[in-house]
């Protein structure tokens, strides 16, 4: 079975600094998706980046990259020039290439400070 | 200008005592999802509609079952709640079954709490 894990509960930023946020995951397949959301308090979730395995090129969006290592299975979120309105919950997620669920791992409490 | 829209916010229930939860969409999306996040754990996809296609995830308890009486509404249905019950439940939307290729769109939760 696949599974995502998340290994920092807790991070916190001060404004305009880069932070990473880790995620490693298990899986036999070799195509599949994964992707990095965001909650904000008392907000819906959104999704901020999206990367497809068989692509070697990481996934940029803004602000945002990730840096994927397939063989080591890790997908490593980083946040550039960090804003207030980044304080989230973080959650990595994975689907198979034809998968219909998301499999989230535990997310990581991102918290940016002035 | 809301898109995936769950009522109540917050929902207060007795141990044994239905309730239901409500999702609505303004997408016009095929494909509607309800998860379940227990506090500091990962969200869990319960079930889902494609269409009017309901699909059960193997582990989801029977006390939860799902209605779906049109495109834009969702109805989450838990018989007899249990204090494990006691989470937030997300409505996700997306316009096409597959998870990797179709952005899934997520309301705000509602949050339930069982006395």
């Known amino acids: 079975a696949q599974t995502v894990t998340q290994s920092q509960p807790e991070m916190s930023v001060q404004e305009a600094e880069t932070v990473t946020l880790s995620c490693t995951y298990d899986t036999s397949e070799s195509n599949y998706y994964l992707f990095w959301y965001k909650q904000p308090p008392s907000r819906q979730m959104i999704l901020v980046i999206r990367?497809?395995?068989?692509?070697?090129q990481n996934a940029t969006e803004n602000r945002f990259s990730v840096n994927f290592q397939k063989a080591a299975k890790s997908f490593s979120l980083k946040i550039s020039d960090s804003q207030l309105g980044d304080t989230a919950m973080y959650f990595c997620a994975y689907t198979n290439i034809a998968g219909t669920a998301l499999i989230f791992g535990k997310g990581t409490t991102l918290s940016v400070s002035s | 200008d809301a898109m995936v829209i769950q009522n109540p916010r917050y929902q207060v229930t007795q141990f044994g005592k239905p309730v239901t939860l409500s999702c609505s969409q303004t997408l016009n999306h095929n494909v509607m999802y309800w998860y379940q996040q227990k506090s500091s754990q990962a969200p869990k996809l319960l079930f889902h509609?494609?269409?009017?296609?309901?699909?059960n995830e193997a582990d989801t308890p029977d006390n939860f079952q799902s209605r779906r009486p049109n495109t834009s509404f969702c109805f989450l249905d838990i018989r007899s709640p249990g204090l494990g019950d006691a989470a937030m439940y997300l409505c996700?939307?997306?316009?096409?079954?597959?998870?990797?290729?179709?952005?899934?769109?997520f309301g705000p939760g509602t949050r339930l709490l069982v006395l």
């Open positions: 990367q497809e395995a068989y692509k070697q």
């Open positions: 996700a939307t997306s316009r096409a079954i597959l998870a990797g290729q179709e952005t899934q769109y």
């Open positions: 509609y494609y269409d009017k296609d309901f699909n």
